[in-house]
């Protein structure tokens, strides 16, 4: 089997069609420098002609007047399907989703709602604790803070400071 | 270069309008090439009538949507090509129960009982000697894609790039499968090729 371009292109060629007369005089050529190929291209051309002969499969005479009458039908089918209405499209198609949508769209917003509650009563009970404590003194009281801890190495609490806080 | 109009093109695009004088030009102009190309990849004669008949009302009821971005040729094959795919596929998933398949109930019995006509079968019908016979064989046995290649590359109308574009596949690719099944081709029908009885001297 050879893979010349030349030879290759010719017998694509001749799948086809009948070879033109310059593409046989090429072939010729061709062959007559590539004995080796003679063979191969025997059967190609053997089978073109077996394929090309091949009968053709028979049609009958009436065949389209029936596809003539098949599109009619299927023409007719089409206009007898009741035509669709909003109403009834939305029934069939639509309605079953929307619900389901809708529930499952509910369902979300309830459970964040009822979450969202739920932190809201935390907090509010968080700042009802913190409410009961006395308000804080401010940071000036914080001055001396350095001097005292160094003159305290120790790591017990700090007795006064503990006194002003509370 | 500009592609030369296609004379079919626009009698589809008159179909499009509901002209159904212009789909029977249609229809006539290519029932033998479809009707040939299903009946060799179905290989019931009665089913590629049905088939071919699918494929011209299916060009109809598309009419709507038909653009000119192709031939109309290319078209055509392309809903011929998937009909007969689609036709083979479910064969393929629904087998038909041999003839001799017993009855359940009856033993002596078979399930399926048919009217002994001595009529030949589809596949014969079409055959004219031993020498179509065997290529007919021949080709039925080949794989449906090398096969359908094969068919649609004997179309005059067909370029080798628009067999590819109706096969969804490469140029590469479509050379190939026709090389491959003619190779096979060429196997089996060694002996008939040799003897020169097809021989058609250049």
Known sequence: MTNDPIYNELREASWQRKLTN??????RTWLAAHPEAKADWEAEAGLNTALGGLPNVP???????????AVEREAAAEQRRPPSNWASWLRVRW???VALTATVVCVGVGSCLLMQDAHNKRLGEGVAVVSTVPSLPG????????AIRASNPTSAADEQLLAVLQ | MAMAPDPDAALMLR??????GAF???????????????GRMLRDATEAEDLAQAVFVQVFKSAGRYEVSAKFSTWLFTIARNLCLNEIRRRSRHPVDSMDTPHPEQE???LHQFEDKQTASPPERLLHGELEQKIEQALAGLPENQR????????????????????????????????RGRETLKQQLKPYLQTGDWHESN
């Open chain 1, 59 to 69: 049609i009958p005479s009436n065949f389209t007047a029936r596809v003539l009458q």
């Open chain 1, 139 to 146: 940071p000036e009281i914080l001055k001396d803070f350095d």
């Open chain 2, 24 to 38: 029977a030009v249609l229809v006539d102009k290519y029932k033998q090439p479809i009707l040939n190309l299903a």
């Open chain 2, 148 to 179: 359908l290649a094969i068919l649609l590359c004997r179309q005059d109308e067909l370029s080798y790039e628009e067999i590819a574009r109706v096969l969804g596949c490469t140029l590469s690719a479509t050379k190939s499968l026709i090389h």
């Open chain 2, 108 to 110: 002596d019995q078979p």
């Open chain 2, 15 to 20: 179909v499009k309008q509901g002209d159904t």
């Open chain 1, 22 to 27: 310059a593409e046989e005089a090429q072939l």
């Open chain 1, 95 to 97: 309605l079953p989703r």
